[in-house]
């Protein structure tokens, strides 16, 4: 990544995903503007954080023109390095891993999941939409080699630190992960957390007790 893009706040980074996606569609339907008031409305944040966030990519849009969508999805293109693949070991081919196999990533952006890895015999050596599965035995084996460094963790919660040691160890430097478990790693490690019962249940927590304005009217 550039130096330009680690002064980018962490925060204002985790949505440039969701920036990129909508301006491609915008630069698709031939927009070739538009403002922060339309960009709020379509990715639901705010207009003023949209301002301060596009500000750190040198994007100043101008009163009554808005931002420039070519310029925008060049900067996007570059910062998000959309013009490289990258490629995604998959490790735990249940029931959840199973649907990121069988969906295409590369739709909205340039990551595809290269390989996948399980302990059960009748899950290895299969393939699943193209991607392989291998044992767990060769892991190190496959990710050895340089150009996988982001792994996907949907395996038991148990065996999830054992494992993230393993892949800490064979050059995967990003990890996502979707056990409950909470991972200890490296500080030059780092590690996204999705635990989807967690954010169903905290949605269902604020259905009930943060009613949106449409619900109290
Ligand atoms: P999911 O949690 O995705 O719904 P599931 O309920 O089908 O999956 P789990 O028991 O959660 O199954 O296991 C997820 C996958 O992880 C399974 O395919 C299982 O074989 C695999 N798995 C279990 N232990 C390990 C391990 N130590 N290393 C790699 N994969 C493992």
């Known amino acids: 990544m550039s130096n330009e893009t680690m002064k980018i ?53 101008k009163k009554g023109y808005g931002y420039n969508v070519n310029y925008l999805l060049t900067f996007f293109r570059k910062t998000l390095d959309q013009d490289e693949l990258t490629k995604v070991a998959l490790i735990g081919v249940g029931n959840l891993g199973t649907a990121f196999l069988n969906y295409n990533f590369l739709k909205n952006n340039n990551t595809r999941i290269d390989c996948a890895f399980d302990v059960d015999p009748n899950k290895m050596g299969t393939k699943i939409r ?53 991972l200890n790693v490296p500080p030059s490690i780092r590690v996204h957390h999705i635990d989807l019962a967690v954010e169903l249940q905290s949605l269902i927590y604020f259905l009930k007790h943060y009613p949106t304005e449409e619900a109290e009217e």
């Open 9 to 61: 706040p962490q925060a204002t980074a985790k949505r440039l995903p969701l920036y990129y996606r909508f301006l491609k569609n915008l630069h698709s339907s031939g927009k070739q503007r538009v403002s922060s008031a339309e960009l709020s409305e379509a990715v639901k944040v705010d207009s003023a954080t949209i301002r301060r966030d596009f500000s750190y990519f040198g994007a100043l849009g």
């Open 130 to 182: 193209d991607v392989p599965v291998y044992p767990m035995d060769d892991l190190e084996k496959y990710l050895g080699n340089d150009d996988i460094h982001v792994a996907i963790l949907t395996v038991p919660a148990p065996v999830a630190q054992v494992i993230t040691d393993r892949l800490v160890n064979s050059n995967i430097k990003a990890i996502l992960n979707f056990t409950p478990a909470r």
